[in-house]
Structures are given as C-alpha cells and as structure tokens.
C-alpha cells in the first residue's frame, strides 16, 4: 500500500513538470528536486508517508550519533539577543514570513565538504528552513536571527528544532559552545543580510565572522543592491553594488572566490535572483 502511494505521487509529481511549458523530457538533477520537494509536500497530506520521513530522520540521527556518540548540546552566547534598534525587528517583514531552502545548494555544498565534516551557521535564518534542510542531512548547522518575531510565535522551524535556533545581534559579539567545547564552524551563511546592516556596523559584523568561522572555512552571502522599503521604511542599510562590495570585504580581511560562485551558479543558491532582482553572491575565504 505505502509503495503504491509513493508510485502514485510520483507519477503526479512527473505529470506536474511536464504540464509546464515545454514539458519535462528526461528529469536532471534539478527536475529531481522538485520531486523530492513535493514529495516532502505530501509528507504533510498523508500519514502513510511517515515512515520514509522517519527513516530519513533515522538516518540523520545515526550520522549525529556517529560524530557526537555523547550528544549534542549546543550553545549560543550573544552579548545581545536581539537587535533592538535594527528595523528588521521594529518593522518585521522577512523575519515573518521567510523560510528559505534550496536542497541543490546543500547538495553543491556537499562537493565542496563532506557531511561528516560540515558544520554551517546561519545569520539571519529567518524560519529555520534552511537550518533544518542540513540537519535532516545529518550537517551539524544553527541558526541565529535578530529579531524574536519568529522565536515567540514558534513559526516556522522555530516549532521544530528550537534547540538549534537562537536570537542574537550579529553585530555584536556572539559565540557558540559544543558540548561545553567552543565551536567553530566551516561556512557561515548570510541570505539578504548584508544590506540590512548599516554601514558602519560592518566591521562588527564581519569580526563576528572571523571569530566564528574555521580558518579555512567559507562565508557565503546574497546580497540586494536594491532599497526595500516597507510601511514607508527602507530596511536596505547599505545599498551598493558588487564593486563597493568586493572592495570592502578586501579591507575586512576577506577574499573573494568568484570560482566557487560559478560552482554554484545560476540556481543553487538558496537566495538570489528570484527574490530580489540584480542580487549577486560572495563567497569569501579569511586571509
């Protein structure tokens, strides 16, 4: 009965795609994605679903168990919790209804690092959704945002794995603790961040990256280089273009690796161009 199911939201899921203009054809690797998305999607329509759900989890857990055999407590200390004075928290609009993934960039990630191996943090996580993608691969991952909007209301992943969510400015000092051990992680994420931060917060910010990140770990951001505003307010901080960009990060201590962007280009990223028109991507190595 469960195999027929899974046959049948296949053969659903294969009718979709080819419904689109031009039809589908032989699926790659992108096309493959947008199965297991929907087949995700029927996770939450039928319980029948639950037990391949529960054996991907099973899966992830006995990677965990395998790198961490005591268990994992993790631990954010931020010197703020929330960024009181950041309008992303007096006039909340991404920190309310984003939660964004993207599994092609997990996967692309994958190449670069092994999952045994990877620990990611990400700035500005929003719901979770990201967070969680990694963590049902196995990844260690955590998620700091600023604003509490999500964290009160238990939005999103927030209902989920709370235990790997935090609220913290990262503009100011923060730091993480594994198992009473400091934790340093492999590459820091930061989707349409950057230009929420103000100017002259941004040698915090990117300090906060270097205490944060493995010496030979990544940063990998999205960047606006349009104004947003919102309710009469513009939530862009910094509005430049990749030019000012990349010579900015130079002076923070920062190299770009604009072949590491084309491992990722066009589409795996799990913000970009869709979201916000003209954005481009840093991926920055410490010096």
């Given amino acids: 009965m469960l195999k027929a199911k899974v046959g049948r939201y296949l053969i659903d899921s294969f009718h979709k795609l080819n419904n689109r203009p031009g039809g589908m054809g032989i699926p790659n690797s992108g096309k493959i994605q947008e199965i297991v998305d929907f087949i995700n999607f029927k996770f939450h329509e039928n319980g029948e679903l639950e037990e391949i759900k529960n054996t991907s989890i099973h899966q992830a857990k006995s990677i965990f168990h395998a790198r961490y055999p005591q268990g994992i407590n993790l631990e954010c200390y931020a010197a703020k919790k929330i960024a009181q004075e950041s309008l992303d ?14 599994l092609k960039f997990n996967n692309a990630l994958y190449e670069l690092f092994p999952i045994q191996e990877l620990s990611v943090l990400d700035i500005g996580c929003s719901g979770g959704g ?7 691969a196995g990844v260690l991952a955590a998620g ?16 989920t794995i709370p235990d790997y969510l935090f609220t913290a400015d990262a503009t100011a000092p923060f730091s993480f603790k594994l198992n009473d051990q400091k934790l340093m992680f492999k ?29 030979d770990g990544l940063f990998i951001g999205s960047v ?29 201590g920062f190299n770009h690796r604009p072949d590491l962007v084309m491992h990722f280009s066009p589409d795996k990223w799990v913000r970009g161009e869709e979201n916000a028109p003209n954005s481009f991507h840093l991926i920055l190595e410490p010096r």
């Fill in 224 to 252: 606006s280089p349009n104004d947003d505003w919102v309710d009469g307010v513009n939530l862009h901080r910094t509005v430049e273009n990749s030019d000012w960009w990349l010579e900015n990060v130079e002076s923070f």
């Fill in 130 to 136: 990201f967070v969680k993608t990694l963590l049902d």
């Fill in 144 to 159: 700091i945002e600023g604003s509490d909007y999500s964290k009160i209301r238990a939005r999103a992943e927030w209902g």
């Fill in 89 to 102: 928290h007096t006039h909340p609009w991404g920190t309310k209804q984003d939660n964004s993934k993207n």
């Fill in 187 to 215: 590459v820091i994420t930061a989707w349409e961040v950057l230009e929420h931060i103000e100017k002259e917060d941004l040698p915090k910010f990117f300090e906060n990256i270097r205490n944060n990140l493995l010496p």
